[in-house]
C-alpha cells in the first residue's frame, strides 16, 4: 500500500508545518484583536484614585470615552472610538449601539482634574441615548 510520510516501521509521521501554520494565523489573530482592545483607552489619561475601587469584571460591551484636560488650553478633548467628538453628534451613534446591543454600558475616562461639567456632558448624553449603564475608570491605590 503505497502510503506517503510513513515512518520506517510503517507509523505515520507527524506533520509539523500545518500546525505552525495554524499557530501563526491564531497568534496573528489574537494580537489583532488585543491591539484594538488596548487602542480604546487613551495612555495619557492620568486617572484619579480610589481606594475603594473594584475591579471590572470584563470589557464586553463598553464604550469607552477618554476625557483629556489641557491645562494648558484650559478646555477638555473628549475622545470616542479614538476620534475627537462633539456629544451631541454622538447621541445617534449611541442610540444604534444601544438598539443593536442592548446590555451595552459606557466607560467614562478622564484626568483627575477634569471639570464635572464634562463629565456630565458624557453622562447627559449616554442618557439621551437611553443607556442608564455608566462607570467610571480609577486607579485603586
Known amino acids: 500500500m503505497a502510503g506517503?510520510?510513513?515512518g520506517g516501521d510503517g507509523e505515520?509521521?507527524?506533520?509539523?508545518?500545518?500546525?505552525?501554520?495554524?499557530?501563526l494565523v491564531l497568534l496573528i489573530f489574537f494580537m489583532s484583536i488585543a491591539m484594538t482592545a488596548v487602542t480604546r483607552y487613551d495612555p495619557t489619561i492620568q486617572l484619579p484614585a480610589a481606594p475603594?475601587?473594584?475591579?471590572?469584571?470584563?470589557s464586553v460591551g463598553e464604550l469607552v470615552f477618554n476625557i483629556a484636560w489641557r491645562s494648558?488650553?484650559?478646555r477638555a478633548v473628549t475622545?470616542?472610538?479614538?476620534?475627537?467628538?462633539n456629544l451631541d453628534a454622538v447621541v445617534p451613534v449611541l442610540v444604534a449601539r444601544q438598539k443593536a446591543?442592548?446590555?451595552?454600558?459606557?466607560?467614562v475616562r478622564c484626568d483627575g482634574m477634569t471639570?464635572?461639567?464634562y463629565v456630565s456632558a458624557v453622562v447627559?448624553?449616554?442618557?439621551?441615548?437611553?443607556?442608564?449603564?455608566?462607570?467610571f475608570a480609577a486607579l485603586n491605590r
Request: charged share 30%; glycine share 8%.
Open 52 to 58: 475603594d475601587a473594584n475591579k471590572k469584571e470584563d
Open 124 to 135: 447627559d448624553a449616554a442618557a439621551k441615548a437611553g443607556i442608564i449603564d455608566v462607570t
Open 115 to 117: 471639570p464635572v461639567r
Open 101 to 107: 446591543e442592548p446590555g451595552v454600558r459606557v466607560l
Open 4 to 6: 506517503g510520510g510513513a
Open 72 to 74: 494648558a488650553e484650559n
Open 12 to 23: 505515520p509521521e507527524f506533520q509539523i508545518a500545518p500546525m505552525i501554520d495554524v499557530l
Open 79 to 85: 475622545t470616542f472610538e479614538e476620534n475627537e467628538v
